[in-house]
Each structure stands twice: as structure tokens, then as C-alpha cells.
Nanobody, 123 residues
Framework: QVQLVESGGGLVQAGGSLRLSCAAS????????MGWFRQTPGKEREFVAA????????AYADSVKGRFTISRDNAKNTVYLQMNSLKPEDTAVYYC????????????????WGQGTQVTVSS
């Protein structure tokens, strides 16, 4: 099993920045990729960004490309999501995920999930 704990959410004004962190513990050797998803009430969980643990290859949703940056610290088993130029439509609960195979934009394919952290962007 892999445990994921997110931190860094909060309230920010439009145009501001936040950095989310996700620390992995447990059987971290099994992780091949980590990612971030987000969800708002009544909507499906959507892909935001992901990174391949070994190579650092990244993928982003079109809606965040150029504004968000995903990175990882292998020594700390931690993945980060730097969010700049935030917009009210970025408001959501952000979830960290880990997968034993690789990157996919399909939420149901990911193996492990964190509890989520709220990000609220005011206009």
C-alpha cells in the first residue's frame, strides 16, 4: 500500500499562486507515476498534471498548461504542484494520486489517492 498526504491548499485571489505538496509513504518503490486531479461538486474528477517518477516526464491538462508546474523530489518521495496565475475556475478539491504503471488521464486507472485539499480562488 501507498499512503498519500496532500498539503498547501487554501484561499487565494485571482492571479495569485499556491503550491501543493503530496508526500508518499509505504511501498513507494512501487510508484511509477504521480499526478494531480481536481473535482468540483457535481462534476467528475478531472486530470490536472502528472509526472513519471523515474524520468521526470510530465503531462498537463490544456486548461492549466503554462500556468501550473508539476515536479518531484525523489529523496523526499514528494510531488509538488506549483499553481500560478490562478483563476476562479481553478477552485476545486485537488487530489494527489499515484500509479504503479504510468501516466493516464483516466482517474479510475490510478491506484492510490490522497484525501484531497481545497483550493479556492476568489475573483
Amino acid at each position: 500500500q501507498v499512503q498519500l498526504v496532500e498539503s498547501g491548499g487554501g484561499l487565494v485571489q485571482a492571479g495569485g499562486s499556491l503550491r501543493l505538496s503530496c508526500a508518499a509513504s509505504g511501498r513507494t518503490f512501487s510508484i511509477k507515476a504521480m499526478g494531480w486531479f481536481r473535482q468540483t461538486p457535481g462534476k467528475e474528477r478531472e486530470f490536472v498534471a502528472a509526472i513519471v517518477w523515474s524520468t521526470g516526464y510530465t503531462a498537463y491538462a490544456d486548461s492549466v498548461k503554462g500556468r501550473f508546474t508539476i515536479s518531484r523530489d525523489n529523496a523526499k518521495n514528494t510531488v509538488y504542484l506549483q499553481m500560478n496565475s490562478l483563476k476562479p475556475e481553478d477552485t476545486a478539491v485537488y487530489y494527489c494520486a499515484a500509479d504503479a504503471i504510468g501516466i493516464t488521464r483516466t482517474p479510475t486507472a490510478w491506484d492510490f489517492w490522497g484525501q484531497g485539499t481545497q483550493v479556492t480562488v476568489s475573483s
